[in-house]
């Protein structure tokens, strides 16, 4: 294997007299080469039929929302008049109702860009890619671990915002529940064993989720005048 | 059928027809093959997919419906365009024609809202998708570092296109959002003058947020989504878990759902 290949290495510009001869094929980082004994198929018609399915059934729906649904307009922008509650669109009223905990610099700056920063690391840590088995070995320390890890995560949540901040705290706990059932009930079925070969990464993943959607539909459908909560068929979503 | 195909055969055969499509019918699988490397926007598919790979539930189209929702987002945004002027009082009275006077108006700007909304859900789903699959693995890695800036590119497009209608839930949904950039320490308040041309939400910053709605970030989104296309062709096509067992040596059991349910079965 560490048998010493002797290369000369020459450059030169003109490639009509010195043309490549040397190809290297790096292992990993290149698609697989193998050939791999897998039903295949022409892509023209059979993924282009189905993209064409996917396609034109996408813009019949959004063509059928559009002719019965019309889009918001609300009177003329008044600077001196300001709506109670003030609302931006959907997909920041997490953040905005986290702005009811937490002071503008840590719901407004600093969690959404420790959100943005975690998606972004998310490919470059081992955990990630190797996405073991969480409770395959150690199962009593990780159970530890976890739950250690939960409490210290509620008490942040729960005692350092200006109201307990349950979207995020009743997820964590769900989840945390769910993946220590593997843990607790060890070879119970299908569904446990379903859960207890998912990772440590799945479950962080699933509470980040789980709790980004509770915060977007608490902020759209049920906060109302003051932020105070309200319900959606009371007075309305945004 | 006969007939069909000798017309089909007749609009296929002559000089025109193949000095724009270099091929005849896609009968044959070389035809078919050259139809996908022959053709510019379809070469960024293989001429052979792996079954598995083009099956709905595995990616449930997310990410090619996303770009779908874009296409109809430019070509519905270009209409719209023709009928806004991006001042005060202007943009809100062109909402007002576009509801009562301009033919098909409100059903171009129903369409671009909702095609808007899609697509941010659309993104946001895909990330979600790939990310339960495990698809950022190497070499995929910086792929996913692209679709996180897409995300927020998506994000930025549908927040810019929010205050251009120019009503009070456009004005508010903005003030309450670049309200926030005040926290941002030492420089929030240069980056919210920055951003809106001003203190506060006015006609400068109408201004801003279409340029940026209209060329900035569509060109910026059109760019990284040819290079996120681009390598995911280059590393492979869609990530599929290799079956060859790279994964069951590492000793995960996550994610290949074929294996899993071909040791349970």
């Given at each position: 294997m560490s048998q010493t290949l002797k290369f000369k290495l020459e450059t030169d510009e003109n490639a009509r007299q010195s043309p490549v001869r040397l190809v290297v094929v790096q292992g990993e980082q290149r698609p697989a080469v193998e050939v791999e004994d897998e039903p295949q198929v022409m892509t023209m018609p059979h993924l282009l039929v189905r993209e064409g399915i996917a396609l034109i059934t996408f813009s019949l729906l959004l063509v059928l929302l559009a002719i019965f649904v019309d889009a918001p307009l609300e009177e003329m922008a008044n600077p001196q008049k300001t709506p109670n509650p003030a609302k931006a669109p959907w997909y920041f009223l997490g953040l905005q109702e986290l702005l009811h905990y937490y002071p503008p610099l840590i719901s407004g700056v600093l969690l959404p860009g420790l959100v943005v920063l975690a998606l972004v690391v998310i490919p470059y840590f081992n955990i990630n890619l190797e996405r073991k088995a969480l409770w395959e070995e150690n199962r009593a320390r990780k159970l530890a671990y976890v739950w250690v890890s939960v409490a210290v995560l509620s008490a942040i949540f729960l005692f350092t915002g200006a109201h307990p901040v349950w979207p995020l705290v009743i997820p964590l706990w769900a989840v945390a529940m769910v993946m220590s059932l593997p843990a607790v009930f060890p070879q119970q079925g299908r569904f446990i064993l379903w859960l207890g070969n998912r990772s440590l990464a799945f479950w962080i993943f699933l509470w980040f989720l789980i709790a980004s959607v509770a915060l977007t539909v608490i902020g759209v459908a049920f906060r109302g005048p003051g932020w105070e909560y309200t319900l959606p068929w009371r007075d309305g979503i945004y | 059928m006969a007939t069909s195909r000798s017309i089909l055969e007749a609009i296929t055969r002559n000089r025109v027809y193949r000095s724009i499509v270099r091929r005849g019918l896609a009968d044959t699988n070389r035809n078919r093959s050259l139809a996908i490397f022959g053709n510019f926007f379809l070469h960024i598919h293989p001429v052979k997919v792996?079954?598995?790979?083009?099956?709905?539930?595995?990616?449930?189209?997310?990410?090619?419906?996303?770009?779908?929702?874009?296409?109809?987002?430019?070509?519905?945004?270009?209409?719209?365009?023709?009928?806004?002027?991006?001042?005060?009082?202007?943009?809100?009275?062109?909402?007002?024609?576009?509801?009562?006077?301009?033919?098909?108006?409100?059903?171009?700007?129903?369409?671009?809202?909702?095609?808007?909304?899609?697509?941010?859900?659309?993104?946001?789903?895909?990330?979600?998708?790939?990310?339960?699959?495990?698809?950022?693995?190497?070499?995929?890695?910086?792929?996913?570092?692209?679709?996180?800036?897409?995300?927020?590119?998506?994000?930025?497009?549908?927040?810019?296109?929010?205050?251009?209608?120019?009503?009070?839930?456009?004005?508010?949904?903005?003030?309450?959002?670049?309200?926030?950039?005040?926290?941002?320490?030492?420089?929030?308040?240069?980056?919210?003058?920055?951003?809106?041309?001003?203190?506060?939400?006015?006609?400068?910053?109408?201004?801003?947020?279409?340029?940026?709605?209209?060329?900035?970030?569509?060109?910026?989104?059109?760019?990284?989504?040819?290079?996120?296309?681009?390598?995911?062709?280059?590393?492979?096509?869609?990530?599929?878990?290799?079956?060859?067992?790279?994964?069951?040596?590492?000793?995960?059991?996550?994610?290949?759902?074929?294996?899993?349910?071909?040791?349970?079965?």
């Amino acid at each position: 294997m560490s048998q010493t290949l002797k290369f000369k290495l020459e450059t030169d510009e003109n490639a009509r007299q010195s043309p490549v001869r040397l190809v290297v094929v790096q292992g990993e980082q290149r698609p697989a080469v193998e050939v791999e004994d897998e039903p295949q198929v022409m892509t023209m018609p059979h993924l282009l039929v189905r993209e064409g399915i996917a396609l034109i059934t996408f813009s019949l729906l959004l063509v059928l929302l559009a002719i019965f649904v019309d889009a918001p307009l609300e009177e003329m922008a008044n600077p001196q008049k300001t709506p109670n509650p003030a609302k931006a669109p959907w997909y920041f009223l997490g953040l905005q109702e986290l702005l009811h905990y937490y002071p503008p610099l840590i719901s407004g700056v600093l969690l959404p860009g420790l959100v943005v920063l975690a998606l972004v690391v998310i490919p470059y840590f081992n955990i990630n890619l190797e996405r073991k088995a969480l409770w395959e070995e150690n199962r009593a320390r990780k159970l530890a671990y976890v739950w250690v890890s939960v409490a210290v995560l509620s008490a942040i949540f729960l005692f350092t915002g200006a109201h307990p901040v349950w979207p995020l705290v009743i997820p964590l706990w769900a989840v945390a529940m769910v993946m220590s059932l593997p843990a607790v009930f060890p070879q119970q079925g299908r569904f446990i064993l379903w859960l207890g070969n998912r990772s440590l990464a799945f479950w962080i993943f699933l509470w980040f989720l789980i709790a980004s959607v509770a915060l977007t539909v608490i902020g759209v459908a049920f906060r109302g005048p003051g932020w105070e909560y309200t319900l959606p068929w009371r007075d309305g979503i945004y | 059928m006969a007939t069909s195909r000798s017309i089909l055969e007749a609009i296929t055969r002559n000089r025109v027809y193949r000095s724009i499509v270099r091929r005849g019918l896609a009968d044959t699988n070389r035809n078919r093959s050259l139809a996908i490397f022959g053709n510019f926007f379809l070469h960024i598919h293989p001429v052979k997919v792996n079954l598995r790979a083009i099956a709905f539930t595995r990616t449930f189209y997310l990410g090619g419906l996303s770009a779908a929702a874009f296409f109809i987002l430019v070509v519905t945004g270009i209409f719209l365009m023709f009928y806004y002027h991006p001042s005060v009082p202007r943009a809100f009275e062109d909402m007002k024609d576009l509801e009562f006077v301009v033919y098909m108006g409100l059903f171009l700007r129903n369409l671009h809202r909702w095609a808007a909304h899609a697509m941010v859900a659309l993104v946001l789903l895909h990330m979600v998708r790939v990310f339960f699959a495990g698809a950022y693995r190497p070499p995929r890695e910086f792929n996913w570092v692209i679709g996180v800036v897409l995300l927020l590119v998506t994000i930025l497009l549908s927040y810019t296109g929010y205050l251009l209608p120019w009503d009070q839930l456009a004005y508010w949904g903005v003030t309450v959002g670049t309200n926030m950039a005040d926290a941002v320490p030492f420089v929030g308040e240069q980056i919210k003058f920055l951003l809106l041309g001003g203190n506060s939400v006015n006609e400068n910053a109408l201004l801003r947020f279409y340029v940026l709605h209209c060329v900035v970030l569509p060109a910026l989104l059109v760019l990284l989504a040819s290079v996120h296309i681009w390598r995911v062709r280059k590393d492979g096509g869609i990530y599929l878990g290799s079956p060859g067992g790279e994964e069951k040596t590492s000793g995960s059991k996550e994610d290949d759902i074929s294996t899993e349910s071909k040791a349970a079965d």
